[in-house]
Each structure stands twice: as structure tokens, then as C-alpha cells.
């Protein structure tokens, strides 16, 4: 299916940058056209109470914080025909014209769920959001405000519904836990069969174009449900108590793969706080290191700030182990949501890497080219590298090039691939 576009002349909400209500609607009628339609709407019910405690410049760090989440997991999870709009306040709608079955829109609200729920950082405090979501089906010929008001009306009914967090808006529900319980038992079961797939994001320097190594993602391709994506695979791990058994299975998988290419490049792993939670992990690599003969000067290792806030000072000291071998430490989606200025100062780091957010306006927003320009400059000023994620375009990768960015990523030369595609690029001249 062809993704339903939003207009050019989009209204943006000036804090998270997603579309509005009107816009939404608009979409919602587009997408409606086509017979099918599935959303959601989700609703931070404490922000109130973090306005009052933290004052509004607190909740607008978690407004934006939020809408990056929500926004990641939508591209990693739905793709395209789906759109991501803050409709008002503390309420954000996600909705998709893909043929989803309910079972399927019910854990992706539950696993939505969980990532807006781990915890974030406001005013050096650590704040967990459990967020309400409803949830519906497009009727056929309803329009986009119907839908919408069906949608404010069954969250208006969970807010009312103590501990409920997930409702659908015909006042059915599936089976308590049945969907979870069962990607539960699959998971292990897809572990054990070897049924987690490596993808490879090839990145490339800037200034070359030459290819320098990929970054590895894991899709689960379910017999049922279809294609999962990382976000949701680790919350069902996360519910199984399968992350670090998960973690240790991508690791190995990939670094194999890596193993083999026909040139010495980079391979870089993206690490969860779970990881780090068993106190094993620098330990744990290592083996796999010498297991798979993969040279550890040549793995990079990718953390995020949220990864961070559950124990700094474990993270910090497996890291500094692991950069005693030669492995590289990149601090993932930089600029984006809480920006901890202490992992600058406190962890073995060799790269920034910025979220494709920072990027995506640089050719149209001469304040967007400014934050990113300041951003290399204290790179090269603390002898950091600079990664630039969900390059698009010619112009974007003009503009990375003239500002001293390194390395990129993104749709301009190529999305995630399967490991022969990307042992084939790998062995072409570059």
C-alpha cells in the first residue's frame, strides 16, 4: 500500500515538531477512503501533576521526550501509511491504514506502552509515565472527526477505569494477556529455533562515500503476526525475562556475520540497560569476541541516554573495560529528549551519533544547520566522532559534508539489508 501523504503545508506543533489535530483529521479522512484504518490514542495522565512538580519547562521535556518515542516506535514498527500527531495536550494518536488484526494493534498499544514507561530524567529526578491508551477500528465511511471523537470518549472512560490501561473503544477486549503470553512463548521458542534475523544499516563516510560499516538491527519475522521490529521484541523479551538471553543471541548472531565480510569493517551493537543489569556484560562480549574471531578494534558499542539512567556508574565501568580491548563506545540519538552532558565527561566515548530528527530540516531550517554546526564543534572539541542518522537526500549529505560530519546513515544510499546484500556491497569497488 502506498503511504497516505500529509499535506506539504502541514500544521507542526511547535514543541514536538509531530502534526496537530487538523491535520490529523485530514489524514484520517485520506486514509478512511481505503476501507481500513486502525489508531490509538494515547494519554500522559500525570502530566498535570509534572507541570506542577516540575514546572512547565519540565513538562515540556517530557512532551518532547514522549513524541520521540512514540514517533520512533511508529517508523520502526508501521512504516509508512501511518501517521504520529500530538492532538492536544498530554494525548498523542497514532493510527496506520495497514491490515492489522486486533490481536496484533493490542500488543503494539501494550508495547507502546512500556517505552513511553521507562524512566526519564527531569530536573536530575528519575519519572516513570504509565500512559492510558484506547484503542479502535475505522468503520467504513467514518470520517476522520468521528473517529477521533469515538477515540476521546473511550480515554475520557479509562481515565474513569482504575488500573486499566489498554481499552478499545467498542468496549470489547481480547483475552487478558493472551497476545502477551503467547509472543512470550514464541520468543523463547524463536530463540532456540534461531528465528531472530540480523539486519544491516550500512553507513558510509561522508566525505568519500566509502562504505565503513553497518550498524545491526534485529527483526523477528512472527508466522502470525508478521514482521516485529527491535522496539517491540525486547518488550516482549522484557516481559518473558528473555533481554539479556536475547541481547546475548543478537550479539553473537551479528558479530559471526561480521566475521565473515571480506574487508575489515565496523560493526556496530546497540546495547539496552538490561544488559547491563546482570553485572556480566564486558565478561559476557568479550566471550563472544573471541568466540566469533571478530577483531574487537573493529565493534562499536551503542548506548543511548536512556540506557544510562537506570545505573550510571555500572554502565560506565563495563564500558571502560571493554574500551581496555579496543572497543569503540558511541552515545546514540544525541540532541534528542534529556541530553546528559555527564556521559561526555564520564564514559569512554568515541562517537556521537545524532538522531535523524537533528537532520531531517537541516536544507530548509537555518536554525536546524546552527544546532547541528554547534553540535560537530563540541564533538571535535571533546575528540569525538560525529554520526549522522536518516540521511535522505543529496542536499542533507552537502550540508553533513561542509559541516565535518564523519560518518552517515540513512534511505539516501541504502536502508537495513539482509547479510548477503550486505557481504555484496561489501565486496564491491568502492
Known sequence: MNPIVEPVAAERDVLTGLVGAETARGWLDRASD???????LVSLKRLPSVNLAYGKAGGDLVLVEVARRISDFAREELGDSTIVARTAGGDFLVASAQTLSRERWQWLAEALGRTIARPLIVNDERLSLAP???LLRGLAGESGGALLDRLDQAAEALQRSAGRRVLWADGSHPARGRSAARLEGDLLGALHRDE?????QPQFDVASGALVGAEALARWQHPTF?????????????????????????A?????????WPSPLRLSLNVTAEDFALGEFASTLRATLDRTGFPAECLTIEITEQTLITDFDACASALEELAQIGVSVALDDFGTGFSNFRALKA??????????????DI????????????MVAMARALDLKVVAEGVETVTQLD??????????????RAGPIDEASFAALAAAPQ
Do not use: Y
Request: aromatic share 4%; hydrophobic share 50%; with cysteine.
Open 226 to 250: 508478521g514482521r516485529i521490529g527491535a522496539e517491540t521484541l525486547f518488550a516482549v523479551a522484557d516481559r518473558g525475562d528473555l533481554v539479556a538471553q536475547l541481547s546475548r543471541h543478537i
Open 347 to 360: 564514559l569512554p566515548l568515541h562517537t556521537l551519533k545524532l538522531d535523524q530528527t537533528l537532520v531531517k
Open 196 to 200: 531472530i534475523t540480523i539486519l544491516l
Open 363 to 374: 536544507a530548509r531550517d537555518g536554525r536546524d544547520r546552527a544546532i547541528l554546526r554547534a
Open 34 to 40: 481505503g476501507g481500513f484504518i486502525q489508531a490509538m
Open 252 to 260: 553473537l548472531r551479528a558479530l559471526t556475520i561480521a566475521a565473515s
Open 399 to 412: 550540508i553533513l559534508r561542509d559541516e565535518g560530519c564523519e560518518v552517515f546513515q540513512g534511505f539516501l
Open 132 to 134: 492510558r491508551t484506547a
